[in-house]
């Protein structure tokens, strides 16, 4: 299977605009700038904190790649993964409509308590720390159109390759936190990018539901047809 370029930047870029990651990040900087007031600490910490979340799904990528190009289970990977694009975006659409109504994608909340008890150490250790759970834990926000281009690129049989693409899609996947953190930086209010992600996060998850929709529905025209 040839995968366009511009797909996998596409989605990588959709999957980076979510809550998710965008919270802890906010959390983060806002605290930094009232306890440290240094802008050298907070862009060191969110360059650390960014660093890390890129680091964390790239070899998540690169380990499930190595499982999904298997030929023995690549196509019912492919399959599978098609479904749960489906199924994911119809949730996120929901979302859009009625969000937190039923079952919703999010960090489990029994985990924010954790993650806001990192975010507050502010040490470069604890960053580290933070940027790998939150990875971990926003995998129901974003996993699913990971999965998929991960089964897209091990239909395509090479392997560096969609190495290549795997790097490009996770840079286009922390661009939206390395735009906030500059504009944070540079003076932009932390109440203010609060607000626009309390004020978007619904089109966000539009956004995602309907390129998921998109990607399954290919998936699944280009299997049986």
Partial sequence: MSI????????????????????????MTSYLTRAVKSKRKVLLTGIIYILTVYVTYLLVGIGLLSVVQQPVISNTIYLIAGFVALITGVLNIKDFFHYGAGFTLRIPVSQKGRISRWARKGTIPATIILGFMVSLFELPCTGAVYFAILAMLGQSGAFMTAINYLLLYNLMFVLPLIILLAAIVLGYSVSKAEELKEGTKDYMKLLSGLLLIGLGAWMLCSVYT
């Fill in 4 to 27: 366009p370029l511009s797909l996998v930047l596409g989605a990588g870029l959709i999957d980076g605009i979510n809550p998710c990651a965008f919270a802890v990040l906010i959390f």
